[in-house]
């Protein structure tokens, strides 16, 4: 199996999330007629924070994710990094533009448990 295939499929997961979340705000931007910023709008403030934090945290995962691929890391092992993180960028978004507390929560602790795991498996490999 090319090694690459779970970056593949990372980058195409993501962006369809990340082009999700950048479509929502523009939806509540024009349903809340709100043209520069969050014009003090809670629903605003949350499609935007949304949004940002995935553009905060999966271009990093995806960095980390391309160099264990080129590290040819086995397969299944990026393949669990992949499927988790991914599922904890849903998550977080759920619980972010819902009332979903413990879906934000749950999402959060995946993210940053899968980046500490990831980066700590990429320089044992490096080592």
């Not at 629903?43 to 995962?61: C, D, L, Q, S, W």
């Amino acid at each position: 199996m090319d090694n690459f295939i779970w970056f593949y499929a990372f980058v195409a997961f993501n962006a369809a999330l990340l082009l999700l979340l950048a479509m929502n705000v523009s939806r509540v931007r024009m349903r809340e007629r709100v043209a520069h910023g969050d014009g003090g709008n809670i629903t605003m403030k949350a499609a935007i924070r949304a949004h940002g934090n995935g553009i905060e945290f999966v271009p990093i995962f995806g960095l980390v994710i391309l160099a264990l691929c080129m590290n040819q890391t086995p397969n299944n092992w990026v393949a669990g990094l992949v499927i988790a993180f991914s599922v904890g960028r849903v998550l977080h978004a759920i619980g972010m533009l819902t009332t979903a507390m413990q879906a934000r929560r749950m999402g959060a602790g995946l993210t940053f448990s899968l980046m500490l795991a990831a980066t700590v498996l990429l320089i044992v490999e490096l080592v």
